[in-house]
């Protein structure tokens, strides 16, 4: 089964738009599990046996485990959900991008090395840096078109030929580099307008949408702009509203309660 | 010492604006090392010795140690040029570009988990994805402006406000982002003309220079288009063509005559 039916399934099995991004820092951590040698693996874990049944995916941020040294935890915690919620699929945010032959080289660690159904990349590069994840056509490849952070206009609004830089990516995912079907966009929670616009040029593509939670975006309207005509087609995305929810002993509940929450809100505009 | 004193002195100590692009692949490594369990560790620590005192930089590219599960080896790669070849400063060539607070994740990832000096971003994301890094102002921050590949031209040549979008990325480096002075750019020697221009707008900051060699650009143009006044400002990349230089035993001796031939081709054109 291939990233998109995956997701699909798990969309209409969970009732749910809702992604849990795994990004656990270690001085955020319960203090109940930091102890612990396992600290990062135990949390993600307990995490994903709280909520599987809330999400339609999973995301952990490939950065936190780089910058801890844990990589080993990384991959851990990616066979866990796939013996234990093999219905929901992973998405390794890593965000890369470089020329061909080394884009070969990042596509093997994230589909083969940790074993991700999708994977987030740059189209800074062009679409040599995109097309050896493109050519793993039963993984989904999640290009960058409009980001979530303040700062994110600084080139993607830049407006070449009466269009926005972002409006270039997304035309190029949609008309150029989706043959193979398993291409979608990041399109940042904080700009609804940018969403609404990005899901009117291109109605079928899937979106996964950061920034609702600690970043403050608005989740009626990510719903109402962002969502395909069938109700389905974004990826809400919240990490830290949902995994530090408490930071005590009871942290799984909390974050099962929050997904929960987050999982109701965005049905309720649907 | 920071970056930029430290590739200053390098330059000057080995009359060298080369820099060698650690980028083993398991597969293309000689033989005779293949059944080595270290035989990454040991072929890039083999060209170190081999090349320490032709060249301004080392480059190892993240990818071909995160593809091949082999962290360990870039770490004990990096320590033992620190250890061995201490006049010479690493580039660790990475490409990231994220939200500020995952963006300090992967300068932690770069900076300390590595020790690198410098290392190379995307900048799509905007400021804040690259500020993170630039706060090691002791670091070197090297941002892709103008890329050697094929595709580059896709976003990178739009035109925005009469300019194309590398433009607006020296622009930005060069009036906003360096502050700390502490940035530099990635411009391809495979688009000499833009190289020319992109020095033309900023006569100071250091270019990182890849694509001689495999990727076909003309030596004589990067040198003529790319140096500063002062005939430095360029770190003139190459990978395959200096470390699979010979296939066999002799590796390490035909790497060092490739970087050696390298050098005395630039310093001939400066």
């Known amino acids: 089964m291939n990233f998109?039916?995956?997701?699909?399934?798990?969309?209409?099995?969970?009732?749910?738009?809702?992604?849990?991004?795994?990004?656990?820092?270690?001085?955020?951590?319960?203090?109940?599990?930091?102890?612990?040698?396992?600290?990062?693996?135990?949390?993600?874990?307990?995490?994903v046996d709280a909520t599987k049944?809330?999400?339609?995916?999973?995301?952990?941020?490939?950065?936190?485990?780089?910058?801890?040294?844990?990589?080993?935890?990384?991959?851990?915690?990616?066979?866990?959900?796939?013996?234990n919620?093999?219905?929901?699929?992973v998405i390794l945010d890593v965000k890369r991008g470089d020329i061909g032959s080394t884009a070969e080289w990042y596509a093997k660690e994230a589909f083969e090395r940790y074993g991700a159904d999708a994977v987030t990349v740059n189209p800074y590069m062009g679409y040599d840096a995109v097309k050896p994840f493109l050519e793993y056509t039963d993984k989904g490849v999640i290009i960058?078109?409009?980001?979530?952070?303040?700062h994110s206009g600084d080139l993607q609004n830049l407006v070449a030929d009466g269009k926005p830089l972002y409006v270039h990516v997304a035309e190029l995912v949609?008309?150029?580099?989706?043959?193979?079907?398993?291409?979608?966009?990041?399109?940042?929670?904080t700009y609804p307008e940018e969403l609404r616009e990005l899901r009117r040029l291109c109605p079928e593509l899937p979106f996964l949408v950061?920034?609702?939670g600690a970043q403050g975006g608005d989740v009626e309207k990510v719903v109402k702009f962002g969502c395909r005509a069938d109700g389905t087609g974004i990826i809400v995305n919240s990490s830290r509203g949902?995994?530090?929810?408490?930071g005590g002993e009871d942290f799984a509940e909390a974050a099962a309660a929050?997904?929960?929450k987050l999982r109701d809100e965005i049905n309720a505009c649907r």
Chains 1, 2 share one sequence.
């Open 242 to 246: 949902i995994i530090y929810a408490s």
């Open 53 to 83: 049944d809330l999400v339609c995916a999973y995301k952990p941020q490939a950065a936190y485990y780089a910058g801890q040294d844990c990589d080993e935890a990384l991959k851990s915690t990616v066979k866990y959900i796939k013996a």
């Open 210 to 212: 950061p920034g609702v």
């Open 174 to 189: 949609r008309d150029k580099w989706n043959g193979g079907g398993n291409a979608a966009l990041v399109v940042g929670a």
């Open 4 to 47: 998109m039916e995956k997701l699909d399934r798990a969309v209409r099995r969970n009732g749910s738009l809702v992604c849990v991004g795994l990004d656990p820092a270690m001085n955020k951590l319960p203090e109940c599990l930091r102890r612990r040698p396992d600290a990062i693996y135990e949390f993600n874990r307990r995490l």
């Open 85 to 89: 919620a093999p219905e929901i699929p």
């Open 258 to 260: 929050a997904a929960g």
């Open 144 to 150: 960058l078109c409009r980001t979530s952070n303040p």
